[in-house]
């Protein structure tokens, strides 16, 4: 098998021969190229080091502060916000459940 055959279209059912598309083949490098990681810069942890730094920061200040700060009326709000969104949630949530699970 020569060089030649090796890179001839194979045939098609419609008679028109099959022939790769370059331009595609062009758009596909170029994305897959953009797609390559960049190392992170030393300011810029991943999410996995953040959350463990916030839960490593959180439990030292709780630790040598455990009074914290008294919460303020805005922060008592925003938690009766908090809490009147969450029984409707988990209420829907299960109602959709069930429907899905009776389907």
Do not use: E
């Not at 969104?85 to 829907?92: D, K, N, R, T």
């Amino acid at each position: 098998m020569t060089t030649k055959d090796r890179y001839k279209s194979p045939p098609s059912t419609l008679g028109v021969p099959l022939r790769p598309f370059p331009f595609l083949i062009l758009i596909l490098n170029s994305y897959f190229a953009a797609m390559q990681t960049s190392p992170r810069p030393w300011y810029r942890p991943s999410l996995t080091t953040q959350i463990f730094l916030g839960l490593i920061l959180g439990g030292a200040i709780g630790y040598f502060r455990p009074t914290g700060a008294t919460p303020s009326i805005s922060s008592r709000h925003f938690l009766n916000l908090i809490k009147s969104i969450i029984a409707p949630l988990v209420f829907s949530t299960i109602v959709v459940a069930s429907l899905a699970a009776a389907r």
